[in-house]
């Protein structure tokens, strides 16, 4: 059992957010800094990030503006040092920054493909490989990836799911690569209504209630509960929130039954999936906790 907590969380911590200029970075940044630690307030527009810098300092906290396309490398190394050489040091990192846009596979144009893949996945591992240098020189920190439930089918979203799985896998090696020098990686699976809800409706013709009703806010807690000492025996998790519902995310598995033979042939593997493995087919698209009818 923990022992009580005095005082702010974060207290005497540095934390970069990515893509903090609006809905869930914005709340990320804002109650990090509530919870005592100093923030670098990322987002690619400059204005946007400012306005949320301007708010910390007003509710007590400590926070600086470092616009950056993290789809650069440059300019994501330079967000990284912008926190060591204000603050002296980068405890933290959330890698909130992302892209979204939703295409049928007939439909999928290159450019909002290759974008979608330059920020959510080159963007979140550059930032975290620059943090964990730093990090693995102090011998300790924490890093939040931000992944979806999309991750696990959705129509039309295979490209935003697909990098999404992929910073579940980031999570679960980069947990296993920095558990000696005391670092924790986790990511969170949030759900709120923010500017994605948009981009449905777009795509339906037609207003649309994604997540309505769910303030980016409400999955504040769960951030700073991963960045402080609370969460000191979590790691290479995947945690999701959706409004009042907290779960875990399953790793990567391969399932039983396991069977053998010397030589499988086309003929042996299709019976293997008429008989022994006809069970073990897994359902497509999301799969959650309870059944649910999805459009």
């Not at 779960?247 to 396991?258: E, F, I, Q, W």
């Amino acid at each position: 059992m923990n022992d009580p907590v005095t005082g702010p969380l974060l207290a005497g911590r540095a934390v970069v957010v990515t893509g903090a200029g609006r809905g869930l970075g914005a709340a990320y940044a804002r109650a990090i800094a509530a919870a005592g630690a100093a923030v670098v307030v990322n987002d690619v527009d400059a204005d946007e990030a400012a306005g949320v810098v301007e708010q910390i300092p007003a509710a007590g906290g400590r926070a600086v503006l470092q616009a950056a396309d993290i789809t650069d490398w440059d300019q994501a190394d330079a967000l990284i040092d912008r926190c060591v050489t204000e603050f002296g040091a980068i405890d933290g990192l959330v890698n909130n920054a992302g892209y979204f846009s939703l295409a049928l596979p007939q439909d999928q144009l290159p450019e909002p493909l290759r974008r979608t893949i330059d920020v959510n996945l080159f963007g979140s591992a550059a930032c975290g490989v620059l943090a964990l240098r730093r990090m693995v020189k102090a011998h300790g920190g924490s890093v939040v990836n931000v992944t979806s439930g999309e991750q696990m089918g959705k129509t039309a979203s295979a490209i935003y799911g697909a990098t999404k799985a992929a910073v579940a896998t980031l999570t679960y090696s980069w947990a296993e690569d920095m558990r000696e020098y005391g670092i924790r990686v986790n990511a969170i699976s949030p759900n709120a209504h923010t500017r994605m809800a948009t981009v449905y409706e777009q795509f339906r013709g037609s207003a649309g209630s994604q997540n309505f009703g769910l303030a980016p806010e409400l999955n504040a807690p769960l951030v700073v509960y991963l960045l402080s000492d609370l969460s000191v025996g979590v790691t290479g998790q995947v945690v999701r929130l959706n409004g009042s519902e907290l779960m875990l995310g399953t790793h990567p598995a391969n399932l039983d039954p396991l069977l053998t033979r010397h030589d499988w042939t086309v003929e042996a593997i299709a019976e293997a999936f008429d008989t022994d493995l006809a069970g073990s087919l897994q359902p497509v698209g999301v799969h959650r906790v309870r059944t649910e009818i999805l459009d």
